[in-house]
């Protein structure tokens, strides 16, 4: 069993780097587009000779990184061996770090019976379940959604709903996935490029694709 580092550990671990929701996080920018990949293509090479590899994301000349050990629910000090690894390449390189960048969004969804509510969500999400109240992109790409526990229902209409958009392919068995889950259809009138659906409880998510949209501007 790999143990966890406290916060406090992992964070004056890393100091160009910041810890968020149990992930350490790293964003640079490069000059240019060029240099980010030269950056990408460095930190693989460092990341082979340590046995581990971050999650990389590259948004033209802005690279942000992280890391975290999942077995262990946080940051290792594999993790900071990584690291410290990537932060001699980027200092190597002159790059700048941008802290103040940073935010991971989760969604939290309010909920009266969450083992009523959470197998609808897994199936129009099509997430890993991570925990009993938490799903996540196992890509990691989207926010994580969890439900909080109500001891009272909200009878009026939810204000928020989530667009899920998947290829135009994978709607039908999304949708057909959802409704086996509990959910229930509350329109089709605009399908196919968009179904709105609920959950157990009236939490909405619309499926959407491409199809049905005006031409010129797709969707």
Do not use: Y
């Not at 069993?1 to 550990?9: F, I, N, P, T, Y």
């Not at 890393?14 to 992930?23: F, I, K, T, V």
């Not at 928020?160 to 409704?179: K, M, N, S």
Request: glycine share 8%; aromatic share 4%.
């Amino acid at each position: 069993m790999v143990d966890k580092l406290s916060r406090q550990a992992a964070s004056d671990a890393l100091p160009e780097w910041r810890l968020l929701l149990q992930r350490m996080h790293l964003t640079v920018r490069a000059p240019d587009a060029a240099t980010a990949f030269a950056l990408v293509a460095r930190v693989g090479e460092v990341a082979a000779t340590v046995g581990r590899q971050p999650d990389v994301d590259v948004r033209g000349e802005v690279v942000h990184l992280t890391v975290s050990t999942e077995p262990a629910g946080g940051v290792s000090e594999a993790d900071v061996e990584l690291g410290r690894a990537i932060d001699r390449v980027v200092a190597e390189m002159g790059l700048p770090s941008e802290p103040q960048s940073l935010t991971v969004l989760e969604i939290a969804i309010d909920a009266m019976d969450i083992d009523a509510v959470r197998p609808f969500w897994h199936a129009v999400l099509g997430w890993d379940v991570i925990a009993r109240d938490d799903l996540q992109d196992p890509l990691r790409m989207g926010p994580a959604l969890w439900f909080q526990q109500m001891d009272e229902p909200r009878l009026q209409r939810n204000r928020i709903h989530l667009d899920v958009t998947v290829a135009h392919d994978e709607a039908p068995g999304r949708i057909e996935r959802a409704l086996a889950a509990g959910g229930r259809l509350v329109s089709d009138t605009r399908a196919p490029a968009f179904w709105i659906l609920a959950d157990p409880e009236g939490n909405e998510a619309c499926v959407c694709t491409w199809q049905g949209r005006d031409p010129v501007q797709g969707g």
